[in-house]
């Protein structure tokens, strides 16, 4: 009965009105010389004679998700998977064709059957992991884990994964424990250098920037990272460092209005109050909803005393969140 409704979710993916992968007359894709398009025609040729093969279906599948081609690759897996419910890997793709498209429960539901029908499968136990922890059924999710740690006690995606049920139980130690230990496995693990960075600079250690570091030589295109620099040294006082950090995360993504932000209000301690008026603004333009930008610039209006702009920027900051608190005691300022 389980496995009947398994089967059933499926066919969610795709709409009624879509034509199955049973109809064994399909074209061949196209006459190129690509490889990948030249296997599928092979394949819907193979189908014509062997309708009933599972495996055929399957390889289709792979090969027209990897061309982007979702609705045929998903209409063979789930062919192939009515074909063929016990074979494991089809049930793996599966779920991670689900959760491609969103449908989580789909996901987990076809993992699931995955992990029952291979005890050892590795990659849907950790792929039930990250949803279990996505939604808080840590006791099922540590389980999982810990089943891979069982095959292979030195598997890091599992060490990292470790390390973050430990910060949904607020253990903190042991968290660096495990997330240090995949990487002790995984030299090029960028998530985890990541993680440790984030985890140093709660506390303001030093070594949230060599953490840092490590996943920016990894990824050097990650602006987040850079900001998360720049914050770091913000917390702790060094301003320069953090524009500087700042204006490599905007190098890198020049519309990242946070970065603006943190750097107009470095200007504000630093005194440099025409500069900060011009960053706020800035920010303004990219995001006209900004509330905090608005903020800012009524602040540093105010120091200037120009009260008359000041006014104007609380009001707004105020019209955008009626509640907004820190607005309200700058209008009681300036209105003193």
Not at 74 to 87: H, K
Not at 173 to 183: F, G, L
Request: aromatic content about 10%; charged content about 20%.
């Amino acid at each position: 009965m389980k496995k009947f409704l398994l089967l059933s979710l499926c066919a969610t993916l795709l709409s009624c009105g879509q034509k199955s992968a049973t109809n064994t007359n399909v074209k061949p894709v196209s006459d190129s010389t690509n490889p990948i398009l030249d296997r599928i025609d092979s394949l819907t040729l193979e189908i014509v004679i062997d309708s009933l093969n599972a495996a055929l279906y399957f390889e289709r599948a792979e090969l027209y998700l990897k061309s982007n081609s979702v609705n045929p690759g998903a209409t063979d897996l789930i062919r192939a998977v009515q074909l063929d419910s016990t074979n494991a890997l089809y049930w793996q793709q599966l779920g991670t064709l689900h959760f491609a498209m969103k449908n989580s429960r789909f996901a987990k539901n076809s993992w699931e059957e995955c992990a029952r029908l291979d005890t050892r499968n590795i990659e849907c136990r950790l792929s039930l992991a990250e949803v279990y922890l996505a939604v808080g059924e840590l006791k099922k999710g540590q389980e999982k884990v810990n089943e891979v740690l069982d095959f292979d006690s030195k598997n890091a995606e599992a060490l990292y994964l470790s390390g973050n049920y430990a910060l949904m139980d607020a253990d903190t130690v042991k968290a660096i424990k495990y997330i240090q230990a995949s990487i002790n496995q995984k030299q090029d693990f960028f998530k985890a250098y990541d993680l440790m960075g984030v985890l140093y600079s709660a506390t303001g250690n030093v070594l949230a920037l060599d953490y840092f570091n490590s996943a920016l030589r990894l990824r050097p295109d990650r602006f987040d990272v850079h900001y998360k620099v720049g914050m770091f040294y913000q917390n702790i006082g060094a301003y320069n460092e953090a524009i500087l950090a700042y204006n490599r995360a905007l190098a890198v993504n020049p519309d990242h209005k946070i970065s603006l932000h943190n750097i107009a209000v470095i200007n504000i301690f630093l005194g440099e109050h025409k500069n900060a008026l011009a960053i706020f603004s800035k920010a303004i333009t990219l995001d006209d909803m900004y509330l905090e930008a608005y903020f800012g610039r009524a602040y540093t209006y105010e120091i200037l005393g120009n009260l008359i702009s000041s006014e104007a920027d609380y009001r707004t900051a105020l019209m955008l969140d009626p509640a907004y608190r820190p607005a309200m005691d700058g209008l009681s300022r300036i209105g003193k």
